[in-house]
């Protein structure tokens, strides 16, 4: 039951908003909403496991409204309960227009996303998965920057392409289940379908998760979309969808066709890991600070997949932690990106300099979202790294270098931003900028300390998903003996 | 079971000072008086000097020879155990007596230094993070709490090299320092990951009794070690990556003398002292860190005879004595290695610190051949300057001659040539020293309307406490040569297991000592007939120069050489990238995609009206329908 009400909370909410006219009312109501379902889906942590949720819904298609959720759904689930309040707070003492929209909006697209996390079978999993689309797609056209009429129909056609395939997918399945067909994704996962099969239908499914991700060449959609997206709206996307796709093909390809991911289990790590190195090498010579952090943003998501694809224990343990750990840092980088703009105006480099002198504070919080960035060790993201790399390393010594090398080019990129806002003298025109006001504090230094609290204590994490990562890390093990050799 | 050693537990107390002394200055960086900060920072490291002195003879007196301190369990799963733990034996508390000890004395000596800045809150919150990741480094019981001390201090160093951060300069600087030293760190985490798939534990005292197990030359071993090395040489600033540290001398002086000469550039040394056991099973690595380490000294010794920078002079010093560590490293002579780290902290901290105290007097002039005379004006800078240069050319009874002279014997031991070229490194040394000293203080004032003066006492006492060392510090290990006992190496016996090595005859160390003082001699009375009998200055940089010259003081052109090979590349690299393949191949392809599809998207385009309700309301609708049909069906 509880299940239900952390899926409906925000989608009431939501709901009550539509008409409620007064801006400072909306962005209360939506905050309390986001904490109390934050406060909800933490209990599930500490009352863990509890009994999914099913009602019987659509017999004729063998389809049951079913919720349910495993130490891998727990994890999404928390970033995402723990991100939105963050992402409510980044709009508190703005000016934003049609505030009562928006946020009804942002609700919806958590209820979606939710919805994604808990779904346990296929067809469930699509509609929120779909229903993630629509509200999204009306913040980012509604309220987005420069451009964002072509931009929001490229992403929205290119996610859209990604999903037809999924479809087409999910119904293939289905129709392989036998007796009254289902879409459990416990029948999916227990069907056998051939090996050939497998191989081509590995691509079919994996094609929308791989642009959600983005992996690398799928992910063109990404740095103009996030340039343009409202700070609201980018967060969602870089924070929380991204991970959407990592759970899909969790989800999806392990469980469901280990074959199909065996064979392609080194085409798809070296295209992230040709992602990796692309998105760095591009990030650094960015003059848009937001469009820097995208590219950096695609770098380090295509060393999760590298991981996810990898699957080995200490990969997968670094994914999931990274999950975490990567949705903080994002949101946090984000949040800055629009403290800057507020500020200066731009979002161009070269136009920036000598901030700090300005607003001391804010150089030393960004610095800190930075070094997180780039894993320095006892931040969050060093331990998802340390423990990613030493997954690739198990496959591969190669694979561990290049992996590795986000270590240098972040450290490269996100230094060289750092200095160009930062650092140097301040530029005339910006006499009257000022320091962080109180509302920053509250959103950074709780989005910092718990960087750095993971990444001290990052025990409680892997404890959470110690179970399901052992189930997941045994899945290719039985078919490793019927695999065809791979044509390359 | 090991007997838990009584108060062994205080040693959390050592890295927490600092900790603690980096929250409160860093915290209350506004509410702080002038000076305060600079106070309270002092006094941590002090403190944490005293529990090291404690955590000394508790160790001594329990008769054992290490101990962990265990805090908590950092990562713990699935085989992999890394708890947050320190071990303290006698490799540890020498580093961390170094670190503290010197620490303490660079940090008053910078109260005085960084009086007028109007920063100086902030200098001292990141000098004392700076001296907790050190703690860190040289504590920590497993690779990868070492490895969290080795980046925390990068960390630092970057932040103090630019602290000046309104000169883009200085920032390019530290972040080329923090670049260069992550390209090591890629190595040195690969190395550490490679540790763990081969020993399943990544603490010290597991892996090296595990070691025995292996065969000196496997290739795993070998593997291992070059790749910590990688590290090594990044953060010890060796061939080839060396150019950052002498860019790091755009920090404040107490940065270069503390950072970048007596502590964490050793700190690659220290780590392969640490790892001695598994060094010592992989001879093909130690012939490279012999060679890199020689090449690395001469090379930047030879560079450092052309600079006209006090601070560069100094820096490539640096570079060049860690090259002598790094080959005493490669000779199998560990302790011989550290020994160095430990009396050049002494010399090459007091160096610097004279150095600050001239840069203060001649009101933040670095160049050499603009000062001169400065012996009358600053006597007690000059004497301890002198005392810090004839340690480090190596003259008896001064420290550097100790501790250099066992390196050069054992490489004697080695081979000759290794000898010739050691002592033929050494002797440039003492020429550049020489010249420096001779510039600096001899001779007449050439910078008209300077007043120099000498410095206060809260500057000028640590110089004094620092002199003391580098005169007397080599006596903590006098060779049998001289009846000594050689205490320091017998220490450092339990915690480093140097390569056996044949003792030299006394009669033929006594020939190559007499030898290379003979030389010695000669190449001081050289420098003295040259800068200060002919008072020759150095020529102007625009001025033609030999070819030799010219190669030398452009530093063999290897900056250059680098911005043309990786940094113009990558930038390329970076717009092909971007303009060519993202924007002309990738992006238009996937267009090509969605125009297809947009044709077809603009039949259902023709439903969009632009009402933004009617959008909300069909969607709201559409899921109210859904969930009704939930609990209906």
């Known amino acids: 039951m509880i299940l239900l009400v952390i899926l409906l909370i925000p989608f009431i909410t939501g709901l ?110 699509y509609i929120f998965w779909e229903l993630t689309l629509i509200p999204l797609y009306f913040i980012l056209l509604l309220w987005g920057g420069d451009g964002r009429r072509n931009v929001t129909f490229k992403f929205f056609i290119y996610t859209l392409t990604g999903s037809l395939f999924l479809l087409f997918g999910i119904i293939y399945l289905y129709s392989l289940t036998p007796g009254v067909h289902t879409t459990d994704f416990s029948a999916f996962s227990q069907l056998n379908i051939p090996v050939n099969t497998q191989v081509w239908l590995f691509w079919v499914l994996f094609i929308a998760f791989a642009i959600k991700m983005p992996v690398f060449p799928f992910h063109t959609w990404q740095p103009s979309t996030y340039t343009m997206a409202p700070t609201q709206g980018v967060m969602i996307l870089a924070g929380v969808m991204t991970k959407m796709g990592i759970y899909g093909a969790l989800r999806f390809l392990f469980p469901i066709i280990p074959a199909g991911v065996l064979y392609w289990q080194n085409t798809v790590i070296i295209l992230s890991l040709i992602g990796v190195v692309y998105a760095s090498v591009i990030a650094f010579r960015q003059t848009n600070l937001k469009t820097l952090i995208a590219f950096s943003s695609m770098a380090h998501i295509s060393l999760m997949v590298a991981a996810m694809f990898v699957l080995n224990y200490y990969a997968l343990q670094g994914l999931l932690f990274q999950v975490l750990s990567h949705g903080v840092t994002i949101i946090a980088l984000f949040y800055i990106v629009m403290l800057i703009e507020e ?101 950074l230094i709780p989005l910092i300390t718990i960087i750095l609290v993971l990444g001290i204590y990052p025990q409680p994490v892997f404890n959470l998903v110690e179970a399901s990562v052992n189930t997941m890390q045994n899945l290719l093990v039985p078919v490793a003996d019927v695999l065809p050799a791979l044509p390359l | 079971m090991v007997e838990q050693i009584p108060n062994i537990n205080l040693a959390w107390l050592v890295p927490a000072f600092p900790l603690l002394g980096f929250l409160v200055t860093g915290l209350a960086n506004k509410r702080l008086k002038h000076n305060q900060a600079g106070i309270i920072a002092s006094a941590m490291v002090l403190l944490s000097f005293l529990v090291s002195l404690v955590l000394f003879f508790v160790l001594r007196a329990s008769g054992q020879n290490e101990a962990t301190v265990t805090l908590f369990n950092w990562i713990s799963i699935g085989g992999m155990n890394i708890p947050f733990a320190f071990l303290i034996d006698h490799l540890s508390l020498t580093m961390m007596l170094i670190i503290t000890g010197v620490g303490a004395l660079i940090h008053i000596y ?258 050499i051949r603009k000062m001169g005379g400065l012996r009358k004006k600053m006597p007690l800078t000059y004497f301890t300057f002198l005392a810090a240069t004839l340690a480090i050319s190596g003259i008896p009874p001064f420290s550097g001659f100790f501790s250099k002279d066992l390196i050069l014997s054992k490489a004697f031991e080695h081979s000759i040539i290794l000898y010739i070229l050691a002592l033929g490194g050494a002797l440039i040394t003492c020429f ?94 050289f420098a003295y007939r040259t800068f200060v009998s002919k008072s020759i200055i150095p020529a102007k940089d625009e001025e033609p120069m030999p070819f030799f010259s010219k190669l030398i003081s452009n530093k063999f052109y290897i900056d250059e050489m680098y911005t043309a090979v990786f940094e113009k590349p990558f930038g390329f690299l970076s717009d092909f990238f971007y303009n060519k393949v993202e924007n002309t191949v990738l992006d238009p392809a996937v267009d090509e995609i969605g125009v297809t599809t947009a044709r077809v998207g603009a039949l259902l385009r023709k439903l969009q009206q632009g009402n933004m309700s009617f959008y909300l309301f069909a969607m709201v609708a559409g899921i109210l329908l859904f969930i009704i049909f939930i609990l209906i069906v």
């Open chain 2, 110 to 367: 910078s109260i005085g230094y960084m009086h007028d800045d109007g920063r100086v809150n902030s200098f001292f919150a990141q000098m004392n993070l700076f001296t907790f990741s050190m703690l860190l480094l040289v504590m920590g019981a497993n690779y990868l709490v070492l490895f969290i001390g080795w980046e925390g201090v990068g960390l630092c160093s970057y932040l103090l090299i630019g602290f000046w951060f309104k000169n883009p300069a200085y920032n390019y600087a530290a972040r080329k320092a923090f670049v260069m030293n992550r390209i090591g760190d890629l190595g040195f985490i690969l190395g550490i990951i490679v540790l763990f798939f081969t020993f399943k534990t990544v603490t010290f005292s597991e892996i090296f009794s595990q070691a025995a197990g292996f065969q000196a030359g496997a290739p795993v071993i070998t593997l291992i070690t070059l790749l910590l090395l990688v590290g090594a040489v990044g953060k010890s600033a060796q061939i080839p990556l060396f150019t950052w540290l002498p860019d790091a001398m755009a920090g404040p002086t107490p940065v270069s003398a503390l950072i970048h000469a007596a502590t964490m550039v050793t700190a690659g040394i220290y780590m392969i002292a640490r790892s001695s056991i598994l060094y010592n099973l992989a001879p093909f690595t130690l012939n490279i860190i012999i060679v890199i380490g020689l090449a690395t000294a001469i090379i930047a010794a030879l560079i450092g005879l052309k600079q006209n920078d006090i601070k560069k002079v100094l820096a490539y010093s640096t570079v060049s004595q860690l090259g002598y560590m790094f080959l005493a490293l490669g000779l199998g002579a560990y302790s011989a290695g550290v020994f160095h780290v430990t009396t050049h902290a002494f010399f090459k901290a007091l160096l610097f610190l004279g150095a600050g105290s001239v840069i203060h007097a001649m009101g933040g002039e670095q160049d």
């Open chain 1, 343 to 443: 500020k200066t105006g731009t979002l161009e480099l070269p136009q920036m300099g000598g901030i700090k002198l300005l607003a001391p504070n804010m150089a030393i919080l960004f610095l800190l979202v930075v070094l997180g960035s780039i894993a320095l060790p006892l931040t969050a993201g060093f331990v998802g790294e340390f423990l990613i790399i030493t997954g690739l390393f198990q496959q591969s010594i190669w694979f561990a270098a290049i992996g590795g090398i986000t270590m240098v080019l972040g450290a490269i990129y996100m230094l060289y931003a750092y200095q160009r806002v930062m650092l140097g003298d301040k530029k005339v025109g910006f006499g009257n900028i000022t320091d962080l006001k109180p509302v920053d504090y509250i959103v």
């Open chain 1, 16 to 125: 009550l908003l539509l008409p409620v006219r007064n801006a400072a009312t909306v962005k209360q109501l939506a905050l309390a909403s986001s904490l109390v379902n934050f406060l909800a889906t933490l209990s599930l942590v500490f009352t863990f496991p509890v009994s999914g949720y099913s009602v019987s819904w659509i017999n004729s298609l063998g389809v049951n409204f079913a919720l349910g959720y495993d130490g891998i759904s727990l994890i999404m689930l928390l970033l995402t309960s723990l991100l939105f309040p963050f992402i409510f707070m980044a709009g508190l003492k703005r000016e934003q227009e049609n505030t009562n929209y928006l946020y009804a909006l942002i609700l919806f697209t958590q209820s979606a996303l939710i919805g994604v996390f808990l779904a346990q079978n296929a067809f469930l999993f």
């Open chain 2, 432 to 525: 550049y020293m020489f010249r420096l000293l001779y510039l600096v203080f001899f001779g007449e004032q050439r910078l008209a309307g300077a007043h120099p003066h000498e410095s206060p006492k809260v500057m000028t006492i640590p110089l004094i406490i620092l002199s003391v060392l580098s005169v007397f510090g080599g006596f903590l290990n006098i060779p049998s040569l001289f009846n000594g006992d050689s205490k320091f190496i017998t220490f450092l016996q339990t915690a480093v297991v140097s390569k056996a090595s044949e003792e030299l005859s006394h009669s033929t160390e006594i020939g190559l000592i007499l030898g290379s003082l003979l030389l010695l001699g000669l190449v001081i009375f």
